[in-house]
Each structure stands twice: as structure tokens, then as C-alpha cells.
């Protein structure tokens, strides 16, 4: 048999690559498993570097997790629908008021006149990867709502936990 | 030849230290990491996914990073790197196409510090040429 050295070199780099790869991501894995099943099982998990309410004078929404939103639900925050209205009649959080950040030149003034400023706001979207959230907050801070916060877990987060969803026109 | 010695090892003694501390600092805080990858807006990777690449990624870093520093495994360890480096700059490219405007997360996830794409990218250049002298140590080398 002629045998190939470069060859059999270079499949062993790139096993021993992939080795390294796949053990590393174990330990990984492994290390945070708590966390993942958390994650997997739809609980909210909150950063240990988020410290909300630090007092500093800079208009950014809050982070709040799920256990805080039924919280807060149990007050008068209101809850807000930052996704497109197709997503928002296909299901949404119980009590949710839509107000899809696309459209949110054409529905801000109308909004603006049935929500006072200081009522508290939470504000989600489909979870970690949508950005509209935090983009509506921004908006709605800039226009002087006061107390606006972000539930970054969103809709998926929300059902994960086996909590109801809501269907249709509200 | 000695200059060509010299320069192996420092390439890869500090593309070692580089990814050693990337990854320890955002396994410090998986999910503000997690965070960070969400920022990049990939289609593919759901919010769970995201959790998934923020717990493995940074110990891939953190091992290969450990063995160049070592000095075992040195050849397979800069391949791994090298190839982690281009897929970031795959991930930032497309950040600068579709004209996001996030932190890196190279580093420190949600930290103060804010690194732009165009800056990740220049420096993930220099990574990659750290990996590439590192993978093509010298020959006088056996390993």
C-alpha cells in the first residue's frame, strides 16, 4: 500500500481540531448545564452583570425576566406587542396591547392619548434574538414615558413556561 | 533559523494568551454572552441556540488557547483558532451589510467597552496571521 504522509498528516490535524472542538464544547455544556435546562425549559435567566436601577441618568429601558412581568402585571404595567400585527393575532401575553414597532410613526399618537406617561410599560418581542423591543423602548422613553421596561425572554419564553397565550383581536 | 524560532513563539504565546482571556471572561458571564451573540441577529440561531453557542464557544477558545500556550497540540490548536477567526469575520461582514450597530462581544460581553465591526475585523486580520504562523511553524520544528 502506498501511503500518503501529507495526507495522513493532515487528517489527523484536522481530527485532532475537531477533538478539541468537541471536548471543549462538552465541558462547556456540561458546566452550564443549570443554566441551559433553565433555557430549554423556558425560565428566565438574568445576566449577574445586569444590575437594573443603577440610577444613572441614561434613558435606556430595563431588563426585566419573567418572574418580574407577572409581577408587575399583578400592578397596572401594561404589556406591549412590539411585533408585527400578524404575530401579534397568531398569539400573544394575556392583557397584551399591539403596537408594532414598524408602524410606530402612524400609531404613536394614538397611543400617546390612551396611555398616560407614567403608567410602567413592558415591552417583548420573539425572544432574545428580536431587536424591536429594545428599539420601541428607546422610542417610547424618547417620547417621555417614563417607566419602560424590555422582557427580553419574549413569546417563546413565555409559552416555554407553560403560561397562556392569547389569541386574536384584543 | 532563530529569527524564524522567535517569531513562532511569540505568535503563538500570544495568539494563546488572546484566546485563553477571550474565552475565561465570557465564560464568566454566559449569559450576557448569549446577549451578545442575539445581538448578531443570525436567522438560524433561535433564542435556546444562542445559549447553546454562548456555553461552548468560550471553553473551544479557552482550550485551544491553553494547549498553544503549553505548547501541545500546537498545530491543531492554531487550525481550530484559524478557523473560529474566519467565521467571525464571516458574522462581522454581515454585520457591516446589514448596517447593524452592535458591540462585538469579542471581549467582554456588555461591558462598557464598545468595539465596532470595522475594528473587530482589522484586528481578527492580525489573529488570523498569528494562526497562520502558528499552523505553519517553522520546519525545523517536529511536532
Known sequence: ?170 | MRFDRILFQVCRLTLGGIFLYAGLIKAWDVVAFAGSVANYQIPFLTYQLNYLVAASLPYIEMSAGLLLLINRQVRPAALLLGVLDLIFMVALVSVLIRGLDIDCGCFRPGGEGHTTAQAALLRDVGILALAAVSFFQPSWKKS
Not at chain 1, 502506498?2 to 471536548?23: D, E, T
Not at chain 1, 448545564?33 to 428566565?44: D, N, Q
Request: charged share 20%; with cysteine; glycine share 10%.
Open chain 1, 1 to 170: 500500500m502506498n501511503r500518503v504522509p501529507w495526507k495522513s498528516g493532515l487528517w489527523r490535524l484536522v481530527r485532532n481540531a475537531a477533538l478539541i472542538a468537541i471536548l471543549a464544547s462538552a465541558l462547556g455544556l456540561a458546566l452550564h448545564s443549570r443554566l441551559l435546562w433553565k433555557v430549554f425549559t423556558g425560565r428566565a435567566v438574568v445576566s449577574s452583570q445586569t444590575s437594573p436601577g443603577t440610577g444613572i441618568e441614561v434613558a435606556l429601558p430595563l431588563p426585566v425576566e419573567l418572574e418580574e412581568v407577572r409581577e408587575l402585571l399583578g400592578g397596572d404595567a401594561l404589556l406591549i406587542d412590539a411585533r408585527s400585527r400578524d404575530a401579534y393575532l397568531e398569539g400573544h401575553l394575556p392583557g397584551a396591547r399591539s403596537l408594532p414597532r414598524e408602524h410606530i410613526d402612524e400609531q404613536l399618537d394614538a397611543f400617546r392619548g390612551q396611555v398616560p406617561p407614567d403608567r410602567p410599560l413592558i415591552i417583548y418581542c420573539s425572544g432574545y434574538g428580536c431587536p424591536d423591543s429594545f428599539v420601541l423602548a428607546e422610542h417610547l422613553l424618547a417620547v417621555g414615558y417614563r417607566d419602560v421596561r424590555v422582557y427580553e425572554g419574549g413569546l417563546p419564553e413565555w409559552s416555554n413556561a407553560g403560561l397562556p397565550v392569547e389569541r386574536g383581536q384584543r
